[in-house]
Structure formats: C-alpha cells, structure tokens
C-alpha cells in the first residue's frame, strides 16, 4: 500500500496579444475555477490537467512543448490555454501570468511541476551536482509563486508544487531536491501568511513515466494535489509537503 505522511510547516515564448486576442473578453462567471500548471509537459501534468478540466476548471497549461496538450484541447475552446513557457526564466512566466489573466481575469489553483527525469540526468556541459539542482528548485519555487502572487489583487490562490522522480532518480538527488522542497515551501508559506495565499507541496517518488492515471502513484499524486488546492477540503493549510513513496510500508 502507498503511504502519505504529512509534513508541517517548522526558447522564444509567442507574444501575449497573439495568444489572447481571441479570447481576449472571454467572460467567466464567479463560480468558475481556472488552474494553471506549470512544467506540465509530461505524465504527472498530463493527468492533473484532465483531472482538472473534469472537474469543470478552465485550465491553462505551459511548458516547452506546448503542443503535447493537443488531445485535451480538443473540444475545449476558450476553457482551454495552452502556453509555450521556459519555467526557469522570469520573463517566461511572467509572460505567462499575463496571458492567464488578460483572457480569464483570476487564477484559483497554481500547479507548478518542480522536478522531472530530464533535470536530474544529464545536461549540455555534463551531470548537474545535487547542490546546482537545489538551487535551481529553489528559484523555481520562487519565481512561479511570486509571478502570480503578485496579482493576487485581494483574492485567494491555492498553490501546489509537485515534485516526482522517476525509479532512475539518483538517491542523492531525490534528497537535495527533497530538502529545497520542504525548505522553500515553509520559508514561502510564512512571507504569504495571511495574504490569501496558500501554498503546499506533493512530493512522489518511483513515478514511471510510461503509466497513465490508472498507476497508483500518479492516481495518488491527483487525489492530494486536489485536495490541496481545494480549500473546503484542506481548509487552511499551508506550509505542508505530503510525501508519496511507494518504498514505504
């Protein structure tokens, strides 16, 4: 059985005018929800993002390959935005707040998907040490928070990091970038208390990225972002990083 223990708080991106003239207008009522994922791009994402739209969100989606979101666009029209962004550049997410913004005028739930398979191998110049790979979660975490925390403007914003490894993840790695994990969300819990900002973190190790939402772990990691980011059911939590991690039992 998977365990979850709760931890308590202690590239050229399109033009933004380009991407919502159409829907530039578009109206959305009080009672609609809109969820924005970051570094989505992959199984985890993929998953959320349905989960969300089946959940009746408008959901904006951004990564380097905006184009992996095809299938869930399908149908969707204006409930449906999918952005090319660079997560680790300021600009890149900004641009992408914008856009979120311009076409729906609010964001209720900030998925943002710290870490994968591809930043914890190998780059251009070789492997990346676990500390580099810390530092660079850490003003990710920061960067994507503070981009749409800033406009804020009085409402609430529930905001999920996601952080999964795959079975190929080095031990050393999964342990820095737990730690950044746990560190950053406490420290950005604590600036944002009391502001209408709640942020948590999901932290899911030995995620194979062949499985679909029918894997146990990914099915899990769906169940506790929701709950995070829905705050009838978590309340007012903030601060927190659940744990998923099959090895434990």
């Not at 993002?49 to 989606?61: D, L, M, P, Q, W």
């Not at 900030?110 to 190998?122: A, H, P």
């Not at 403007?153 to 529930?158: D, P, T, Y």
Request: hydrophobic residues 40%.
């Amino acid at each position: 059985m998977i365990q979850a223990s709760l931890t308590h708080k202690a590239c050229h991106t399109p033009s933004t005018e380009v991407l919502v003239e159409r829907d530039s207008d578009a109206n959305i009522s009080p009672g609609e929800k809109v969820c924005v994922l970051i570094g989505a791009s992959n199984p985890v994402g993929l998953c959320l993002a349905r989960s969300f739209i089946e959940k009746g969100y408008r959901v904006a989606v951004g990564d380097a390959n905006p184009a992996d979101f095809a299938s869930l666009a399908e149908g969707q029209g204006n409930n449906f935005l999918p952005v090319k962004v660079n997560p680790n550049r300021d600009v890149y997410v900004n641009s992408m707040a914008d856009q979120v913004y311009l076409r729906w005028r609010r964001v209720d739930v900030l998925v943002n998907i710290v870490f994968r398979r591809n930043e914890t191998t190998q780059t251009v110049t070789g492997l990346l040490s676990s500390a580099n790979l810390g530092l660079d979660a850490v003003s990710n975490l920061i960067r994507v928070t503070g981009a749409f925390s800033s406009r804020l403007q009085g409402a609430e914003l529930a905001v999920v990091d996601v952080a999964w490894f795959e079975e190929t993840t080095s031990l050393e790695a999964e342990a820095v970038l737990q730690a950044a994990l746990r560190t950053t969300t406490s420290a950005i819990a604590r600036q944002y208390f009391g502001s209408g900002l709640r942020i948590n973190a999901v932290h899911a190790s030995d995620v194979n990225s062949t499985s679909s939402s029918e894997n146990d772990v990914l099915r899990t990691v769906i169940h506790a972002v929701q709950f995070l980011a829905n705050s009838e059911l978590s309340g007012k939590l903030t601060g927190n990083v659940l744990e998923i991690d099959p090895r434990c039992r």
